[in-house]
């Protein structure tokens, strides 16, 4: 399956980053995990 997905959310940077789960996909479709001082 070839799909992606794309959410755009509009407010703090603090705020949307202390929704994140602990990573992001990067542009090689793998898993970064972030650190507490990157959140």
């Known amino acids: 399956d ?3 997905v ?6 703090a940077a603090e ?3 202390a929704c994140c789960t602990g990573g ?3 542009a ?3 898993l970064v ?3 507490e001082d990157k959140v």
């Not at 794309?6 to 407010?11: L, R, S, T, Y």
């Open 15 to 17: 705020i949307v980053l």
């Open 24 to 26: 992001y996909i990067d």
């Open 33 to 35: 995990e972030m650190s």
């Open 28 to 30: 090689n479709d793998r």
């Open 2 to 4: 070839d799909s992606d």
């Open 6 to 11: 794309h959410i755009h959310w509009k407010g």
